[in-house]
């Protein structure tokens, strides 16, 4: 059992969304077959984990051991400092079923003011799981530090990336040119250390 | 970043037990140096995952991470079919504070007749993680199917033991000899997992 993920073979994008797969392409420098889970017919687990390096892991096993074939999936979202790092694994949920993050943005500014905290502290992780069917699974996390900023700016990006200055820079995570943000990204950092463990 | 585990390194075992060390030194073929997260004065997280793999993972995130180490981390438990998989992670919990499993495997017993279910089957998990300091972790599960059986037969092993027959067999975990246990057990199968992932 190598732990390697080899150039040319298949790999289950653990994701019933298909515009996620050139993304993952990219990502992985090019040289994989990208096919996500719900392309199989595969069904989705309930992410029960506390943590994204959990629901990372779950749900690549979970892909792995239906498919039969190497898997991975992620998991990522926002935490704040002064809220315990809420919304964390609830980001996505926190915009609800329409992904209203208009939304979910305010209601990080509204849980702010509640906890009377000057503290603007946050930050972006993302977790990374490759599973192998019946076998191990690595895990990766990577991570962006900055602060939050009321109200939203910018267009670009996604998400709560209007309210996230990342550190040592002064615009936000939705105002930044799309190819600084995608090489300082808590996503470009864990799929760095997911290459540079996996891939020779 | 090599996956790799090399000989005469030391590990950090997420535990305060320190009876634990000797055996995790065996498992691991004797190459290695395991000290305890105890005897380095590290915090024992809270286990908030929904699974095995979870809680290994968590805790051997947690102790990497403050030692600066390389750490194994370990969860394990039995699982009841017709429960939904009770006691699960929860298995030791089950016992209490005193580690009464004579309880714990009574409980057992009292759930099977309260569901009504004549299915005997059931599983135990070891699910192994091993975390690098700010860098990616490797999660392996082991398992051995078999059925219950009441009253709990044997003295040999520990926890659920008694009650547990594995297929291929007729006599207890807590009857057989414990090296045929200790080469059959899911424990051994994810050391052995472990192993041919992270040793050359």
């Given amino acids: 059992m190598k732990l390697k993920l080899i150039k040319g073979m298949r790999i289950v994008a653990a994701t ?3 515009g996620k797969v050139p993304e993952i392409e990219a990502l992985l420098g090019g040289h994989y077959e990208v096919v996500t889970a719900g392309a199989l017919n595969l069904p989705e687990p309930d992410e029960t984990e506390s943590t994204f390096a959990g629901n990372a892991l779950l749900k ?4 792995a051991d239906r498919s039969g074939e190497v898997a991975l999936a992620d998991d990522s979202g926002l935490s704040v400092a002064a809220l315990g790092g809420a919304p964390g694994i609830f980001s996505a949920r926190w915009a609800g079923p329409d992904k209203d993050f ?17 503290d603007r502290r946050a930050w972006f ?11 191990p699974a690595v895990v990766v996390e990577g991570r ?3 602060c939050l900023t ?22 936000t995570f939705g105002e930044l040119d799309p190819k600084l943000k995608d090489s300082i990204s808590h996503r470009a950092r864990a799929f760095e250390k997911l290459k540079a463990a996996l891939i020779d």
């Fill in 144 to 146: 962006v530090e900055g």
């Fill in 60 to 63: 690549a096993r979970h892909a």
């Fill in 16 to 18: 019933h969304n298909p």
């Fill in 102 to 118: 208009a939304m979910a943005m305010g209601k990080v500014e509204e849980r702010l003011e509640e906890v009377g905290s000057d």
């Fill in 150 to 171: 009321f109200p939203p700016r910018g267009d670009r990006g996604f998400g709560y990336d209007p309210i996230f200055i990342p550190d040592g820079y002064e615009q």
């Fill in 125 to 135: 992780s993302s977790a990374l799981a490759v599973a192998w069917p019946d076998g």
